[in-house]
C-alpha cells in the first residue's frame, strides 16, 4: 500500500497530453504538438563545445553538491548583472533543473501545517511539491489579465502562511507582475515574515514590460526571498537538467544537505555548459527571444480574430492561455474539449485544469511557424465544426 504522501500526488497534466500525443505520433498521425514548453532550438554550438572540451579533458566525476565554484560565481555575477542583486556563491545552489530546486526548497522550509500562497492560473508542479512536503497550497483565482497584485494576496494570509510563490514572467498566461505590485508584495513579506520563492525561470523571454526581481527591492526583501532560475528556457538546455537558486545562506545550506542525500550533485558536464552559457556569447538567447515574438504575434493576431475564444497577448514566456467559455457545453470540461481536439484533429494543448484554472487551455510557442499555422488552422475548423 502507498503512502498517504504518494497517494497525496496528481500525475502532470502536461505529460499526459505529451504522451498521447507521442502515441499518436508513433501510430503514423499528423499530430502538431503545442503541449510542451520547450524551446524548438538546439543548444547553442559554443555551449555544446564547453561540455565537449570537459568530457575530452575528464571532467566527468563527482562534483561539490552545491555545484562547482566557478559555476557559483558566475551565476553571482549574473544576478547582479542583470537583475541587481549581490550574493556570494555560498548563497547559491545549483541543482538537477529548477523542478528539483524547488522540491529541495519546500521540503526545507515547509512542514504539516503550514500554508504555501500560490496564485492560479499556475503551474500544477507548485500545487503537488507543496503536498510532498505535508504545507497546504493556499490557492488565489486572478481575473483577467491575471497579473498578480498584492490586493489578491492579503486576504489569503494568516498565521499559517509559510511561502507566497510567484512567477513573472507566468506560466501559464505570460503575466509579468509590475515592479509596484512587487513593492507591495515584498512589504506584506517582510513585515509577515513570510518566505518568497519567486521562479524566474523565464525572465529573458519578455516581450512588453520589464522583469524585476523581487529579492533586489532591498535587503528585507533580499532575506525573505529564495530566488529559482535556470538554462532550460533561455538557452534551450531543458535536456541538460541545471537549475539553481540563490537566498539566505542558512536556506541555502539546508537545501544542500537535502540534496547531498537525494541526488547529489548535478552532471559535472553540465555545469561545465552552464559557465559557457554565462560567460559566452548572447546572440543565441537575442535569436530566439526574436523568433518567439514573431510567433507570438501571430498568435495574437489569429485568436484575437476569434469572436468565441478570450485572449490576453502574453507579456513574456512562450504560451498563450485561451478562454473556451463559451466553447463548452453543458457538462463539458476544458479537458474533454481538449481531449477531441486531438482525437478529431490531432492537435495537442493543455486543459486549464492542468493549471487549476477550468475552461482554458494552453498552447506553448515553443514550436516552428509552419507548426502553429498548421495547429491554428485546425483549431479554427474545430471551432467552426462545433458550432
Given at each position: ?10 500525475p502532470?497534466?502536461?505529460?499526459e ?18 503541449t ?6 538546439a ?19 563527482y ?10 560565481k558566475?551565476?553571482a ?22 523542478k528539483q ?47 498578480l497584485?498584492?490586493?489578491d ?21 505570460g ?32 516581450y ?24 532550460s ?16 545562506k ?14 547529489s ?7 561545465i ?13 537575442a ?13 495574437c ?13 502574453p ?21 474533454d ?47 467552426n465544426r462545433?458550432k
Amino acid at each position: 500500500m502507498l503512502v498517504h504522501r504518494a497517494r497525496l500526488l496528481s500525475p502532470s497534466a502536461t505529460l499526459e497530453v505529451d504522451a498521447l500525443a507521442k502515441q499518436y505520433e508513433e501510430q503514423g498521425k499528423p499530430v502538431i504538438n503545442l503541449t510542451i514548453g520547450e524551446p524548438d532550438f538546439a543548444t547553442p554550438e559554443h555551449i555544446g563545445e564547453a561540455a565537449y572540451k570537459g568530457i575530452k579533458d575528464g571532467f566527468t566525476h563527482y562534483t561539490a553538491t552545491a555545484g562547482i565554484l566557478p559555476l557559483r560565481k558566475g551565476i553571482a555575477e549574473k544576478l547582479k548583472k542583470d537583475n541587481n542583486v549581490s550574493y556570494d556563491p555560498s548563497e547559491i545552489i545549483v541543482g538537477v533543473g529548477t523542478k528539483q530546486i524547488l522540491y529541495n526548497a519546500f521540503q526545507v522550509l515547509v512542514e504539516e501545517g503550514m500554508e504555501v500562497v500560490i496564485p492560479t492560473p499556475t503551474w500544477s508542479t507548485y500545487v503537488e511539491q507543496v503536498k510532498l512536503a505535508l504545507g497546504k497550497p493556499v490557492l488565489i483565482p486572478l481575473k483577467p489579465p491575471f497579473k498578480l497584485q498584492a490586493q489578491d494576496i492579503e486576504p489569503y494570509i494568516n498565521a499559517k502562511t509559510k511561502v507566497i510563490i510567484i512567477n513573472s514572467p507566468s506560466n501559464p498566461t505570460g503575466a509579468v507582475i509590475e515592479k509596484e505590485e512587487l513593492v507591495k508584495i515584498a512589504k506584506i513579506a517582510v513585515e509577515k515574515n513570510i518566505y518568497i520563492v519567486s521562479d524566474e525561470i523565464y525572465e529573458k523571454l519578455i516581450y512588453e514590460g520589464t522583469h524585476y526581481s523581487i529579492a533586489s527591492l532591498g535587503n528585507g526583501i533580499k532575506d525573505h526571498t529564495i530566488t529559482i532560475n535556470g538554462f532550460s528556457k533561455s538557452y534551450a538546455m531543458t535536456g541538460w537538467r541545471i537549475g539553481y537558486a540563490a537566498g539566505p545562506k542558512e536556506i541555502i545550506k539546508a537545501m544542500t544537505s537535502f540534496q547531498g542525500q537525494t541526488t547529489s550533485n548535478t552532471s559535472s558536464i553540465a555545469q561545465i555548459a552552464g559557465i559557457a552559457a554565462l560567460e559566452g556569447t548572447q546572440e543565441p538567447l537575442a535569436m530566439m527571444k526574436e523568433e518567439f515574438e514573431k510567433r507570438r504575434n501571430y498568435l495574437c493576431g489569429e485568436f484575437s480574430k476569434i469572436d468565441s475564444v478570450s485572449f490576453i497577448p502574453p507579456s513574456g514566456a512562450f504560451y498563450t492561455f485561451v478562454g473556451i467559455q463559451k466553447l463548452l457545453k453543458p457538462g463539458e470540461t476544458a479537458t474533454d474539449w481538449c481531449n477531441k481536439l486531438l482525437n478529431e484533429k490531432f492537435v495537442a494543448v493543455v486543459p486549464g485544469e492542468a493549471f487549476c484554472t477550468p475552461k482554458y487551455f494552453r498552447l506553448s510557442f515553443a514550436s516552428s511557424m509552419d507548426n502553429l499555422k498548421v495547429g491554428v488552422r485546425r483549431i479554427k475548423e474545430f471551432i467552426n465544426r462545433a458550432k
